[in-house]
């Protein structure tokens, strides 16, 4: 969770609208909330789709990996069984053929109509869940998702409540992959007190 959040703290640094509007939510729905951090979480999609994206763009694990029991057949290709099929995440959270703009760092594609866990991208009509499996799918999906989520909104909605994000550079973060996908250098966000 530590390195999506420095990809997180980024994008919203170097997009400051975005955080803006993502502020106004967490900040209404804080108002209401009480004190209430659990409850406030309730009220911030925008939040819970800035992590959706960032996972999208940055995927922590680069590749879903599963060995099919018995002989598939996959896109008229003939999987026969035990061989190993990866989903590569990178690739697939920037093509072009899936989301519209890929490049781009925008919560809000998340928004749409709303597939189940999914939604937001080129296709309507083709929307499918499958967009987004950064913690993989089905019965050995990461068993740490919830605390995960939760853990990074939490620590997003606390800092946008107190911080402005900015950055000095614009530039793309170089990644490499070790062991999960992380920045080649730790990017610099400069945090000012609201
Ligand atoms: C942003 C944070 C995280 C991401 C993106 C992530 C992603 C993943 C992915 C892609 C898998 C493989 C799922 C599959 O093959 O369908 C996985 C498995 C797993 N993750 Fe995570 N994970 C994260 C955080 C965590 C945390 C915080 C914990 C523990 C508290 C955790 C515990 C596990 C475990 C135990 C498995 C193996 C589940 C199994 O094989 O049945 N993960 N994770």
Not at 171 to 189: G, K, N, S, V, W
Request: charged share 25%; aromatic share 8%; hydrophobic share 35%.
């Amino acid at each position: 969770t530590a390195v999506p959040l420095q990809f997180a703290l980024y994008e919203l640094g170097r997009n400051p609208e975005v955080q803006e509007t993502i502020r106004e939510q967490v900040k209404a729905s804080w108002a209401q909330a009480e004190g209430n951090p659990q409850k406030a979480l309730q009220g911030v999609p925008l939040l819970k789709a800035t992590t959706k994206e960032i996972l999208r763009l940055y995927p922590v694990g680069i590749a879903v990996q599963r060995y099919p029991v018995r002989d598939i057949i996959l896109q008229n290709y003939h999987i026969p069984a035990g061989t190993m099929v990866q989903a590569c995440l990178y690739p697939l959270g920037r093509s072009r053929e899936v989301f519209e703009d890929p490049q781009r760092f925008d919560p809000s594609r998340w928004r749409s109509r709303q597939a189940p866990g999914g939604g937001g991208g080129a296709r309507e009509g083709e929307e499918s869940a499958f967009r987004s499996i950064a913690f993989g799918f089905g019965a050995r999906q990461c068993i740490g998702r919830r605390i995960a989520e939760n853990e990074m909104q939490l620590l997003l909605m606390h800092i946008l409540l107190s911080f402005r994000l900015s950055v000095s550079s614009c530039e793309d973060i170089d990644t490499t992959y070790r062991f999960i996908l992380q920045p080649e250098t730790p990017p610099r966000i400069t945090f000012s007190e609201l």
